[in-house]
T-cell receptor, first 113, second 118 residues
Framework: DGGITQSPKYLFRKEGQNVTLSCEQN?????MYWYRQDPGQGLRLIYY???????QKGDIAEGYSVSREKKESFPLTVTSAQKNPTAFYLC????????????FGPGTRLTVL | AQTVTQSQPEMSVQEAETVTLSCTYD???????LFWYKQPPSRQMILVIR??????QNATENRFSVNFQKAAKSFSLKISDSQLGDTAMYFC???????????????FGQGTRLTINP
């Protein structure tokens, strides 16, 4: 089945540790996105990538890093510099086209202990 | 920068009733798209309906319809004959048109938690 997968579903880390969230899509979409969701707030854009080997900062990129070495994959690393990393993280992808919607993965819940 | 505001943090209606969720946005752009996404308890984001700003006709998808008022920058969602499965967080989102693919980012409102009661 075509879709977007995120793993793991739940992730726990200790303060001061870096952690990488996985996002894979087999939809052949060019653009991919990472969002953060906090209680009582909408989704906020962390990073996005239009094409392989290219990515741009979103609104809240500080403390995060990404890579886009393959079209199918867009991993997000939450670094120790991120002051408040506990949140729900959503990955999305989008096919080429003027108005095409973004398709979302199931999300990863990150908890810092 | 664009902003999206949903002024109703929570709403609750009885099954089969009609409910309207409000959304306003602020932009200086003339060409853009507006979306309503649904996030059920599973937390999977699902597109409900989309409206192109250049279209005067309001979008409809089965029981879901919008009231798009471009001059007022208002984009409300109406759910008719509400069902228990409509219980979810609903997010309004804005996307400006760009010729740069992938640069077409979504800006989300804070969400409205809708509960459909039996």
């Amino acid at each position: 089945d075509g879709g977007i997968t995120q793993s793991p579903k739940y992730l726990f880390r200790k303060e001061g540790q870096n952690v990488t969230l996985s996002c894979e899509q087999n939809l052949n979409h060019d653009a991919m996105y990472w969002y953060r969701q906090d209680p009582g707030q909408g989704l906020r854009l962390i990073y996005y990538s239009q094409i392989v080997n290219d990515f741009q900062k979103g609104d809240i990129a500080e403390g995060y890093s990404v890579s886009r070495e393959k079209k199918e994959s867009f991993p997000l690393t939450v670094t120790s510099a991120q002051k408040n990393p506990t949140a729900f993280y959503l990955c999305a992808s989008r096919p080429t086209g003027e108005w095409n919607e973004q398709f979302f993965g199931p999300g990863t819940r990150l908890t810092v202990l | 920068a664009q902003t999206v505001t949903q002024s109703q943090p929570e709403m609750s209606v009885q099954e089969a009733e009609t409910v309207t969720l409000s959304c306003t946005y602020d932009t200086s752009e003339s060409n853009y798209y507006l979306f309503w996404y649904k996030q059920p308890p599973s937390r999977q984001m699902i597109l409900v309906i989309r409206q192109e700003a250049y279209k005067q006709q309001n979008a409809t998808e089965n029981r879901f319809s919008v009231n798009f008022q471009k001059a007022a920058k208002s984009f409300s969602l109406k759910i008719s004959d509400s069902q228990l499965g409509d219980t979810a967080m609903y997010f309004c989102a804005f996307m400006k048109l760009s010729f740069v693919q992938g640069a077409q980012k979504l800006v989300f409102g804070q969400g409205t938690r809708l509960t459909i009661n039996p």
